[in-house]
């Protein structure tokens, strides 16, 4: 990954953790002595590991005990009748008593046929005695039954917050079961999290779903106080054993930063960085609550006419968290899935730049699906980086068509663009929205294939080698961590996964089958683990 095209070599060596060196199997085979392990690839493609630019690792912890209804192929649900025959099967495994809270994720009403879509009726009919809450597939919202509203303090009649959705029964102010962005903020903080009994194994757990994607850096990319405890207790016992990176949540910078000072920032310790700020200026478009400068053509999520969606927070305090964030030199990740959002990111910037608005921050644009050309050219102006997401076209791609029409949703994740312009864009899955799978995100961003068949933006298609930087060397460049990462290269970390075929090689169509063999942590194996 040393260079703009792909380059080999025959063999590498590796020693105390880091690539010793690299190149002819004749000259590297010199470096042995009577301790050398000899691994023979047989024709596999060994790689740099790859550095996740965007996922939520905070919920690989408590993925083994919520239940998956998303829609195929990542899961078994197509209709509410589906989901809660999977929820049913789910709770009799777990013996679930009476009381106790169920949790499922993947629901995405816009794959529901005729518009049948799951509420709090359905699921109190199925579960009366127990709270059950499903977290929307864009993660920024739940349905809830009458059991979990109670347990969370949601009541019918109850005003909709500021930067918030609940959507109600028709001609009534009662709850229909699903709230987003900032109204789901109350359920998401209250939902159980790792125990301290717990959290080690949890923890391990997590890990092992990144290592099994060939993942050796992870992000948890939206990170509250009690997370960072938990991730900071489990690194002083040493269990972490890939990298995380963690940026605090722009509700709870200021706290954290009294007990993790900003000087400690961007360092790791026992595999543990925190890595800056996050701010969330909307939130999804397949959720209809990204934030646009033009009406959705299917209107809000709770029927609003000629909407836009809105800001996610309120404008004054994600002004004030990007200045404190600048002024206190740690890095930003911003949350913009709109182009309105988008616009507000890059004024924002400015505004908190000072006197150098083009300084290597190295601040990103999470998601950023709906950039726009002229906001691209601004990118290149001031050095802002686009962290896209171009398994979207693949997932939600249809939906996006539906809501936004085909010429804007054909530029969504416009990597081709991107690079055109200079930029570095990197690719993420924003684990768990979408599983963590690096070959499915290589194979949405050579091939950017809708899941009801054809292509979503063809122009914007680039090639596997292109795709493969956005999840090594750029990602590497997103973290600082350029002169370590991302390159098998001496004196770089030892970090390497070893894939089935070379998605340079192979039909793009096939890029996704491609599997992950063995994932390399600083020269210890940690997938498949022993």
């Given at each position: 990954?040393?260079?703009?095209?792909?380059?080999?070599?025959?063999?590498?060596?590796?020693?105390?953790?880091?690539?010793?060196?690299?190149?002819?199997?004749?000259?590297?085979?010199?470096?042995?002595?009577?301790?050398?392990?000899?691994?023979?690839?047989?024709?596999?493609?060994?790689?740099?590991?790859?550095?996740?630019?965007?996922?939520?690792?905070?919920?690989?912890?408590?993925?083994?005990?919520?239940?998956?209804?998303?829609?195929?192929?990542?899961?078994?649900?197509?209709?509410?009748?589906?989901?809660?025959?999977?929820?049913?099967?789910?709770?009799?495994?777990?013996?679930?008593?009476?009381?106790?809270?169920?949790?499922?994720?993947?629901?995405?009403?816009?794959?529901?046929?005729?518009?049948?879509?799951?509420?709090?009726?359905?699921?109190?009919?199925?579960?009366?005695?127990?709270?059950?809450?499903?977290?929307?597939?864009?993660?920024?919202?739940?349905?809830?039954?009458?059991?979990?509203?109670?347990?969370?303090?949601?009541?019918?009649?109850?005003?909709?917050?500021?930067?918030?959705?609940?959507?109600?029964?028709?001609?009534?102010?009662?709850?229909?079961?699903?709230?987003?962005?900032?109204?789901?903020?109350?359920?998401?903080?209250?939902?159980?999290?790792?125990?301290?009994?717990?959290?080690?194994?949890?923890?391990?757990?997590?890990?092992?779903?990144?290592?099994?994607?060939?993942?050796?850096?992870?992000?948890?990319?939206?990170?509250?106080?009690?997370?960072?405890?938990?991730?900071?207790?489990?690194?002083?016992?040493?269990?972490?054993?890939?990298?995380?990176?963690?940026?605090?949540?722009?509700?709870?910078?200021?706290?954290?930063?009294?007990?993790?000072?900003?000087?400690?920032?961007?360092?790791?310790?026992?595999?543990?960085?925190?890595?800056?700020?996050?701010?969330?200026?909307?939130?999804?478009?397949?959720?209809?609550?990204?934030?646009?400068?033009?009406?959705?053509?299917?209107?809000?999520?709770?029927?609003?006419?000629?909407?836009?969606?809105?800001?996610?927070?309120?404008?004054?305090?994600?002004?004030?968290?990007?200045?404190?964030?600048?002024?206190?030199?740690?890095?930003?990740?911003?949350?913009?899935?709109?182009?309105?959002?988008?616009?507000?990111?890059?004024?924002?910037?400015?505004?908190?730049?000072?006197?150098?608005?083009?300084?290597?921050?190295?601040?990103?644009?999470?998601?950023?699906?709906?950039?726009?050309?002229?906001?691209?050219?601004?990118?290149?102006?001031?050095?802002?980086?686009?962290?896209?997401?171009?398994?979207?076209?693949?997932?939600?791609?249809?939906?996006?068509?539906?809501?936004?029409?085909?010429?804007?949703?054909?530029?969504?994740?416009?990597?081709?663009?991107?690079?055109?312009?200079?930029?570095?864009?990197?690719?993420?899955?924003?684990?768990?929205?979408?599983?963590?799978?690096?070959?499915?995100?290589?194979?949405?961003?050579?091939?950017?294939?809708?899941?009801s068949g054809g292509t979503l933006g063809p122009d914007q298609r680039i090639s596997p080698y292109q795709a493969l930087q956005a999840i090594?060397?750029?990602?590497?460049?997103?973290?600082?961590?350029?002169?370590?990462?991302?390159?098998?290269?001496?004196?770089?970390?030892?970090?390497?996964?070893?894939?089935?075929?070379?998605?340079?090689?192979?039909?793009?169509?096939?890029?996704?089958?491609?599997?992950?063999?063995?994932?390399?942590?600083?020269?210890?194996?940690?997938?498949?683990?022993?």
């Open positions: 990954m040393d260079g703009d095209t792909p380059t080999y070599v025959e063999a590498v060596a590796v020693k105390d953790g880091k690539i010793l060196t690299a190149g002819s199997d004749a000259d590297v085979m010199k470096t042995r002595d009577d301790h050398t392990v000899v691994k023979e690839l047989g024709g596999k493609l060994l790689l740099p590991g790859f550095i996740d630019p965007h996922s939520h690792f905070i919920d690989s912890l408590t993925m083994a005990d919520r239940v998956n209804v998303s829609a195929p192929p990542v899961g078994p649900a197509s209709n509410p009748e589906q989901i809660v025959a999977t929820l049913k099967a789910a709770a009799a495994k777990k013996g679930l008593k009476p009381g106790e809270l169920l949790l499922g994720w993947g629901y995405d009403e816009n794959l529901m046929p005729g518009g049948d879509l799951l509420s709090r009726d359905i699921l109190d009919k199925a579960f009366p005695d127990n709270p059950v809450g499903i977290i929307h597939v864009s993660m920024h919202g739940a349905v809830m039954n009458s059991k979990a509203m109670e347990k969370f303090g949601y009541t019918d009649g109850m005003p909709t917050p500021k930067g918030g959705i609940i959507v109600r029964k028709p001609g009534t102010q009662d709850l229909q079961g699903l709230v987003m962005e900032t109204a789901y903020l109350p359920m998401y903080t209250k939902q159980p999290g790792p125990t301290r009994e717990t959290e080690l194994a949890d923890a391990k757990a997590g890990q092992l779903l990144y290592a099994a994607a060939g993942v050796t850096t992870a992000q948890e990319g939206s990170t509250h106080q009690a997370q960072l405890e938990t991730f900071q207790r489990v690194a002083k016992a040493g269990g972490f054993f890939i990298d995380v990176v963690s940026y605090p949540f722009l509700t709870d910078v200021d706290a954290i930063s009294k007990t993790t000072p900003f000087t400690s920032w961007g360092k790791y310790d026992n595999h543990l960085k925190v890595g800056g700020c996050k701010i969330t200026s909307d939130g999804s478009p397949q959720g209809k609550t990204a934030w646009f400068t033009t009406p959705y053509l299917t209107g809000g999520p709770a029927g609003e006419k000629g909407w836009k969606g809105e800001p996610g927070f309120p404008v004054d305090a994600m002004q004030a968290m990007m200045k404190k964030c600048y002024d206190n030199n740690v890095q930003v990740l911003f949350h913009a899935n709109g182009d309105a959002a988008i616009d507000f990111l890059i004024k924002t910037h400015v505004a908190s730049a000072g006197t150098d608005p083009s300084a290597d921050r190295r601040t990103v644009c999470i998601h950023c699906q709906f950039i726009r050309p002229d906001q691209i050219a601004a990118f290149r102006k001031y050095n802002l980086i686009p962290a896209l997401f171009t398994d979207h076209t693949f997932f939600f791609g249809d939906t996006h068509i539906k809501n936004r029409g085909l010429q804007q949703a054909s530029f969504i994740s416009p990597m081709k663009a991107a690079l055109a312009a200079g930029l570095r864009p990197t690719n993420h899955t924003d684990a768990f929205v979408v599983p963590i799978n690096q070959m499915m995100t290589v194979w949405t961003a050579v091939n950017r294939p809708l899941r090594t060397t750029s990602a590497a460049y997103q973290y600082r961590e350029e002169d370590s990462k991302g390159r098998i290269k001496p004196g770089m970390r030892a970090d390497l996964v070893i894939l089935s075929a070379d998605p340079n090689k192979v039909d793009p169509m096939t890029i996704k089958d491609i599997t992950v063999i063995e994932t390399i942590k600083d020269g210890k194996t940690v997938y498949p683990a022993s």
